[in-house]
């Protein structure tokens, strides 16, 4: 059964600066591409970044770029999300996921990031 872990959010200042973690256990890590999404109250879930699976190659979605980065350590089996220069726009609940050959199949409880002006 595969478990992922997220864990880094909390509060920031629109400026500051949070990086989030996600652990992932009960899979082959370094197989999978893996993501983060995020969901503001009221909003429907997107996808803010994403990564192959050598981290090779990295998506980062254009409400983020330029602030976000992700990155992988296959050793570790966790998957990061770096973001600066937040916004209060940021804020919501952040999920990571692991994708399969179609979509993301398994998913993290998330963790919230709230931003404050």
């Known amino acids: 059964q595969v478990q992922l872990v997220e864990s880094g959010g909390g509060s920031a200042q629109a400026g500051g600066s949070l990086r989030l973690s996600c652990a992932a256990a009960?899979?082959?890590?370094?197989?999978?591409?893996m993501g983060w999404f995020r969901q503001a109250q009221g909003k429907e879930r997107e996808l803010v970044a994403s990564?192959?699976?050598?981290?090779?190659?990295?998506y980062v979605a254009d409400s983020v770029k330029g602030r976000f980065t992700i990155s992988r350590d296959n050793a570790k089996n966790t998957v990061f999300l770096q973001m600066d220069s937040l916004k209060p726009e940021d804020t919501a609940v952040y999920y990571c996921?692991?994708?399969?050959?179609?979509?993301?199949?398994?998913w993290g409880q998330g963790t919230q990031v709230t931003v404050s002006s």
């Open positions: 996921a692991s994708r399969g050959i179609h979509e993301y199949d398994d």
């Open positions: 009960g899979h082959t890590f370094n197989r999978y591409a």
């Open positions: 990564i192959t699976t050598r981290g090779g190659t990295t």
